[in-house]
């Protein structure tokens, strides 16, 4: 079984929540790709509150 929290070519500096998360939804939802399109329903129905971004940041090693 791979270890998947370790790659011998990155290291994970860290992994947090984003604090834009109302501005980042917003021109998130403007797209018109199939994915942003589809999320719309779910954040019209109160998802916003369950959903977030998470930005993860990679050292190259």
Do not use: C, H, P
């Amino acid at each position: 079984m791979q270890d998947t929290g370790r790659s011998r070519d990155a290291e994970v500096v860290t992994v947090e929540e984003m604090e834009s998360n109302e501005e980042v939804w917003a021109d998130w939802l403007k797209q018109e790709n199939e994915y942003a399109v589809g999320d719309r329903k779910s954040m019209e129905a109160g998802g916003g509150k369950y959903l977030n971004f998470i930005k993860i940041v990679l050292r190259k090693k």
